[in-house]
């Protein structure tokens, strides 16, 4: 038996898209559990486009804040 799932870049890609409250969380736990596995550059590329369509360019400093916010906890 086979299972087809999303990679974790397009699973973050589309939590971020979507933008709730829930997806914040979700995505922050992603990034934590994926911490230095993830092709950031792709999840950016994919992202930006998206949401420049959807009027909320802002979420990408938000996705990038959680990223820094991410790696320094788990750098200490």
């Not at 086979?2 to 933008?19: N, Q, W």
């Not at 930006?48 to 400093?61: F, H, N, T, W």
């Amino acid at each position: 038996m086979t299972l087809t799932t999303c990679s974790a870049e397009d699973l973050l890609t589309h939590k971020v898209f979507a933008g709730r409250g829930v997806d914040w969380g979700d995505a922050e736990q992603l990034l934590v559990r994926q911490h230095g596995k993830l092709n950031l550059a792709q999840v950016r590329a994919e992202l930006g486009p998206l949401l420049e369509l959807k009027g909320q360019p802002e979420a990408m400093a938000r996705l990038d804040e959680i990223i820094v916010l991410v790696s320094r906890r788990l750098s200490a």
